[in-house]
């Protein structure tokens, strides 16, 4: 059990936030219902974002899937939508009936929701702690997942990790022991109570929106990417195939496992967004540039290359981006493919 979280009995809710910081950790959603027809699967994606609305519009190429999300309540324009129902994950505050009866009927549940800011703590643990264990209990419950992030494994030297590797992010207020600790209040739910957990660990999400050519055309460059742009390696992986590794574990559920998503390629930020220029540019044939081989001018303590064997092995995934060239060529040509349907 870990320091700091109390397991409360069948019936009621884990406490993961002290009392002090729950004002500041409060989260408001709204359920949106995206249906499809058929009985392959259900699934509850708590936090639409941006995976969960791939990930959803991916499924609903599949007519045998019905697919839940939950969006935030306080984005523009949601209150016109008749689909919408209110929802709150906030410790004390128990989550509406909608949002409960959705999480019962689901057959398959998605949380991309992360730690809350500057604590450990589960924003969908503490308001759903007593559902998710009602809901292990079900003969439908065939699958549960978690997007944790690969900042876990913290400072390699550069060196290749999987997922067997020890995970080094140990400094009490860096992002990668938030998540590890959170890992773990989800791995509990396998380990101490049955449920299908499946952690995911994601390296940075691109795509369509998203991407080096958005922030070349947008001139931003936000501070966590200043910093990455001394890394020696970053490790990424389109949205595309983030859902094709979420859809093919859904299809072979192992409760307990877990994967490193993160593509062929742990390039330098730097070389990436020399590419993007390049495409941008209008060059027909751009160059790969080569990661930077030295850490002279390295701000980052945490370098490591993540290892996507078990994916390919396992789960039989092929990616569709295998490396950033492809993705980045990809999304210059206009590929939005799941971000079409205007969820």
Not at 42 to 65: F, M, N, P, V
């Amino acid at each position: 059990m870990l320091t700091g979280y109390r397991l409360v009995s069948e019936g009621s809710v884990v406490d993961l936030i002290s009392p002090a910081q729950s004002a500041r950790f409060t989260r408001d959603y709204r359920v949106k219902r995206l249906t499809t027809a058929g009985l392959k699967g259900s699934l509850l994606i708590l936090g639409k974002g941006y995976t969960g609305e791939g990930l959803a519009s991916h499924l609903q190429q599949d007519e045998d899937w019905s697919v839940t999300c939950t969006v935030r309540s306080t984005r523009a324009g949601l209150q016109k939508d008749p689909h919408l129902l209110p929802c709150s994950f906030q410790e004390s505050v128990a989550p509406g009936q909608d949002v409960k009866r959705a999480l019962q009927e689901s057959s398959h549940i998605l949380s991309t929701i992360p730690p809350a800011e500057g604590s450990a703590s589960d924003p969908v643990l503490a308001s759903l702690w007593a559902e998710l264990q009602e809901w292990g209990k079900r003969s439908t419950a065939k699958w549960l997942g978690y997007l944790s992030s690969t900042s876990v494994y913290g400072d390699w030297g550069g060196a290749w990790v999987d997922e067997r590797s020890e995970l080094r992010a140990t400094h009490p207020s860096s992002r990668g022991h938030r998540r590890w600790l959170t890992e773990q209040a989800w791995a509990a739910l396998h380990g101490q109570h049955g449920l299908p957990v499946h952690i995911f660990r994601l390296g940075g999400i691109y795509g369509p929106g998203r991407s080096a050519l958005d922030s070349i055309r947008q001139e931003s460059t936000s501070l966590s990417k200043q910093r990455r742009e001394g890394q020696l390696y970053t490790n990424r992986c389109h949205v595309y195939d983030i859902c094709q590794v979420l859809h093919a574990s859904m299809q072979q559920p192992r409760p307990g496992a877990v994967y490193n998503v993160v593509d062929d390629d742990p390039a330098s930020r730097l070389a990436v967004m020399a590419y993007a220029r390049q495409l941008l540019n209008g060059q027909a044939s751009p160059q790969r540039l080569s990661s930077p081989q030295n850490g002279s001018d390295r701000r980052s303590t945490e370098e490591k290359r993540v290892a996507n064997a078990l994916i390919k092995e396992e789960l039989g995934v092929t990616l569709q981006y295998p490396t950033y060239t492809e993705g980045l060529q990809a999304i210059a040509a206009g590929d939005t493919r799941l971000f079409k349907a205007g969820l």
